[in-house]
């Protein structure tokens, strides 16, 4: 036998077997990241029970309920990188992500924003201004559904989307503020009060300029950090796993201060960007000559140098 017939007939011996134990071993494989999204159904679903069960003299339902918020983020971040890893992802797994984050970061965050901020409002004030501040904030606590929903939508069918202000080309961005780190905001905010709800309305009109900001965010095209560089099997700096291991005990021991601080700092970070990126622009526009002015230049030299020369 030539040594090209025999390298072929253990090819096709090597893809046999791979054919043959492909099936089961694949079909194991999809129930791994299938898993992390429904931990991610489940804490969006406990988070809504516990808005529903939450009032004033039981606020603790709030805290859970930002707590289950703030659970579920891991576990849709981790899905999608699992199936990468190992192979295994599929539109049905990528379906039923964008289905488990409507619920948790769209449906609960909103609920959440909604009964925390309006509804607990007290019923010694007007109630006339009561009434409308409910009304109003039920709107905007919708919108943002409306806007998480539209983020995921807009990601789903997007290829290759770039933010209108563009970041370093070593690093890959978010074209708006992704919906899990929008429900953060909200969680974050209400788990550093313990879930103890709003006081008044002017609290409560503030809360309402933030969740409609984060609405907003969502459905721009302002680039936010993906983090995606950050992987679990490339190599990092010693300093990149010393600050993952501080982040991660302050957020163990210190939930309440470090969930806001990290909150909105990656919220102000993409406002930060955009600002950064337009004050770049109009420096740049302002120092340049007018085009006009540039062209009366262009078209005047020859005639201010026949006039110095009228000899040639």
């Given amino acids: 036998m030539s040594p090209e017939r025999f390298d072929r007939n253990r090819a096709q011996a090597r893809e046999e077997s791979t054919r043959r134990v492909r099936p089961g071993s694949r079909r194991g494989m999809y129930i791994l990241p299938s898993l992390f999204t429904s931990g991610n159904i489940a804490a969006g679903y406990f988070a809504i029970t516990q808005c529903l069960q939450a009032s004033v003299q039981?606020?603790?339902?709030?805290?859970?309920?930002?707590?289950?918020?703030?659970?579920?983020?891991?576990?849709?971040?981790?899905?999608?990188?699992?199936?990468?890893?190992?192979?295994?992802t599929s539109d049905f797994g990528k379906e039923l992500d964008s289905l488990a984050d409507v619920i948790?970061?769209?449906?609960?965050?909103?609920?959440?924003?909604?009964?925390?901020?309006?509804?607990?409002?007290?019923?010694v004030m007007d109630p006339a201004l009561r009434q409308k501040i409910v009304q109003l904030g039920a709107f905007v606590c919708f919108l943002f559904l409306l806007c998480g929903a539209s983020r995921l939508a807009r990601f789903n069918i997007s290829v290759n989307l770039t933010p209108k202000n563009p970041g370093r080309p070593d690093r890959?961005?978010?074209?708006?503020?992704?919906?899990?780190?929008?429900?953060?905001?909200?969680?974050?905010?209400?788990?550093?009060?313990?879930g103890?709800?709003?006081?008044?309305?002017?609290?409560?009109?503030?809360?309402?300029?933030?969740?409609?900001?984060?609405?907003?965010?969502?459905?721009?095209?302002?680039?936010?950090?993906?983090?995606k560089e950050i992987t679990l099997v490339n190599r990092h700096p010693f300093q990149v796993m010393v600050l993952i291991g501080l982040t991660i005990y302050a957020v163990v021991f210190f939930s309440q201060v470090a969930l806001a601080l990290l909150a909105f700092t990656y919220m102000f970070s993409g406002i930060f960007a955009r600002a950064a990126y337009s004050w770049q622009r109009s420096r740049k526009a302002g120092s340049r000559p007018p085009s006009g002015l540039a062209q009366a230049a262009v078209s005047s030299g020859p005639a201010e140098s026949r006039a110095k020369y009228p000899g040639e």
């Fill in 58 to 88: 039981e606020p603790q339902h709030f805290d859970y309920a930002a707590l289950a918020i703030g659970f579920a983020i891991p576990f849709d971040a981790l899905d999608g990188r699992i199936a990468r890893i190992t192979h295994t």
């Fill in 104 to 123: 948790t970061f769209g449906m609960a965050p909103s609920l959440l924003a909604f009964t925390w901020g309006f509804q607990m409002l007290p019923t």
């Fill in 172 to 194: 890959k961005y978010f074209v708006g503020m992704p919906i899990p780190a929008a429900a953060g905001v909200i969680a974050a905010v209400v788990h550093f009060f313990s």
């Fill in 196 to 227: 103890i709800p709003v006081p008044n309305w002017r609290v409560a009109i503030l809360w309402m300029l933030l969740v409609g900001l984060i609405g907003f965010l969502m459905v721009s095209t302002w680039r936010f950090w993906s983090a």
